[in-house]
């Protein structure tokens, strides 16, 4: 069995979806460089940082590597804590970084129960029965669709497109709700959708720019992108939402979202489960979205960091609205174990240098790039920077 009083580095794994950053658009992909890595002709798209049963980070031991999912099980209370460890035995969250150069798809994802009863249907499709809620902190400008629109705001745009009728007609058959109306959207046949699309497309192109709305230039981008998808209408139904570099964005189950542009940090509930509805090759399922989208919630929710001065540094703490995770931000600024309690962190160090010291005297530099797991056994100990401007994220349960 592992030694559970010390760090262990983790190498987490790669996604390379299409929406990632490739090389070959003019820049290096933030994840490539993160990790100093050959990037390659694939797009970077999200470092998994976890133990996910999908793609499980590495522990790096004096044996050889060893999946962190694999020595949790083999220890669940040395490794998670003795209140984590009580609640379920395996971690609680996913630590991630993402980056895209392109939108995902409009998503949303499962609360608890409808992960279970999910994963029992459909485990191809969604891959585990947790719920999945997250947040996301921007690392730089970072652009993003989250949640709908207000339903009266929603209808003054469409109304000035005189192509979308046909879709306002049969939304005006029944009652009119935010949640006939996406379905309206998804009732069109595929016929009169595309010659929709086509003659929406051609309206707004011979429309000054000055005229356009904010929906309208988002729904000519989409469409170059992802030509003839009745996803690109999401554009008039969900909020845009742009982040500055340490915003964040909240995002609960069953809310409707799109990624956009950007690089952040990403952390969620221990899940890869996603119900997608457009602006994908991969497999969508309306019925489903339809069936657990919240349509009774408008706007999105940000999340303010609680921000603590050290010194030369600072501290902030992104508290999501969940037991499940909770991150910090440490900018120049040491990280004492003491004050993390019984609980598994996971960390990476974004910029700069950190210096990791256990209880029992040992000292490790941890470069940039590099991920660490420490241990709840660890109770003792600290991380320090080691370099100017040194930026690392923490992640850990919020029990």
């Known amino acids: 069995m592992l030694n559970t009083k010390t760090f262990y580095p983790l190498t987490g794994g790669v996604r390379h979806y299409a929406w990632g950053e490739c090389a070959s658009q003019g820049k290096t992909p933030f994840i490539a460089s993160l990790l100093k890595e ?47 460890a009580a609640l379920s ?9 993402l980056t895209c150069s392109a939108p995902l798809s409009i998503q949303s994802h499962p609360d608890a129960q409808s992960a279970v009863e999910l994963h029992a249907a459909r485990p191809d499709l ?15 400008p970072f652009q993003a669709l989250a949640g709908f629109r207000g339903l009266w705001d929603i209808r003054a745009d469409l109304e000035k497109v005189e192509a979308f009728q046909p879709w306002l007609a049969l939304w005006q058959y029944g009652a009119p709700t935010l949640r006939r109306l996406v379905e309206s959207l998804f009732s069109l046949n595929v016929v009169p959708l595309a ?22 230039k988002l729904f000519l981008s989409l469409s170059q992108e992802y030509p003839g998808d009745r996803g690109t209408l999401f554009a008039y139904l969900l909020n ?12 609960a189950p069953n809310s409707p979202h799109a990624y ?23 497999a969508v399922d309306v019925p489903t979205l339809l069936q657990t989208v919240d349509f009774d919630a408008t706007g999105y929710r940000m999340v303010t960091p609680r921000e603590t001065a050290t010194e030369g540094g600072r501290v902030r703490e992104y508290l999501a609205p969940t037991p499940k995770f909770r991150l910090f931000f440490y900018e ?17 160090v974004l910029r700069g240098e950190a210096l990791l010291k256990d209880a029992q005297g040992r000292s490790i530099s941890a470069p940039a790039g590099t991920a660490w797991v420490r241990p709840a056994d660890l109770a003792s100990g600290t991380i320090l920077p080691a370099a100017p401007s040194t930026l690392l994220v923490w992640a850990q349960s919020a029990f």
């Not at 952040?264 to 899940?271: A, K, L």
Request: hydrophobic share 40%.
């Open 240 to 251: 845009q939402v742009e982040l500055a570099p340490g915003e964040a964005l909240f995002l």
């Open 126 to 140: 969604y891959p585990d029965a947790h719920d999945k809620t997250e947040i996301m902190i921007a690392l730089e």
């Open 195 to 216: 010659a929709m699309l086509t003659q929406a497309l051609q309206e707004l192109r011979e429309r000054q720019e000055n005229l356009l709305s904010p929906a309208d």
């Open 38 to 84: 050959d990037p390659g002709e694939d797009p970077w798209a999200e470092l998994w940082l976890g133990a996910h049963p999908s793609l499980p980070g590495l522990l790096g031991t004096p044996e050889g590597t060893l999946p962190l999912n694999q020595a949790i099980a083999q220890a669940p209370q040395a490794w998670l804590g003795e209140r984590s």
């Open 332 to 348: 120049d600024a040491p990280c004492p174990l003491e004050t993390h309690p019984d609980v598994l962190g996971i960390f990476l």
């Open 260 to 282: 956009q542009r950007g690089a952040g940090i990403e952390c969620m509930t221990n899940s890869d489960n996603v119900i997608r509805a457009g602006l994908t090759p991969k």
């Open 89 to 97: 035995q395996e971690l609680p969250f996913l630590l991630k970084v």
